[in-house]
């Protein structure tokens, strides 16, 4: 009889998006290929091609009515992305809305948060993002006005 083998703690792989999950497993595989079951999914999925910054994915995703026509990250080097955090989400038959916090710093100024409520639609069994609200960012973000 051998004798039980102890839990090895095992090292924390985390998604892109966050989700304590290797890539692979949480936004790699809508990535390769594989159509995300809700909303959320392919939310997280979409973040992390801009961490990866896939092009493609993006634009394949993205509803083609609200794709714009040039779609190009290179403005976008420089950005660290730091976070994700999902407010709150509501889904209704084949709508989506989805709040969430993307967290990011860019080259070695201070880190900066965007607050999104994003909608997205499925049509064909596909999940597609639609387009963004974007709320007031919080007090401590608000620039003084000069009038
Ligand atoms: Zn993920």
């Known amino acids: 009889m051998t004798p039980p ?26 990535h390769h290929g594989e ?12 973040y992390s091609a801009y961490v990866l910054m896939m092009e493609d994915y993006l634009l394949e995703t993205w509803h083609p009515s609200t794709r714009p ?14 976070g994700l955090d999902v407010r709150s989400q ?7 809305k989805i709040e969430f916090i993307a967290r990011f710093r860019v080259g070695n100024g201070p880190a900066q948060q965007q607050n999104e409520i ?5 049509e064909d069994g596909r999940w597609y993002y639609l387009d963004g609200e974007f709320p007031p960012p919080t007090p401590t973000y608000v620039q003084p006005r000069k009038r």
Request: aromatic share 10%; charged share 20%; net charge positive.
């Open 69 to 82: 026509p040039d779609f190009c990250l290179a403005e976008t080097i420089g950005t660290r992305w730091l």
């Open 118 to 122: 994003s909608r997205f639609v499925r």
């Open 35 to 46: 159509q995300p079951e809700t909303a959320q999914q392919l939310m997280r999925a979409r």
């Open 5 to 30: 083998v102890p839990a090895q703690p095992s090292p924390i792989a985390r998604c892109h998006c966050g989700n304590l999950r290797p890539y692979a497993e949480c936004c790699g595989r809508f």
């Open 90 to 96: 509501q889904q209704s038959g084949e709508w989506a």
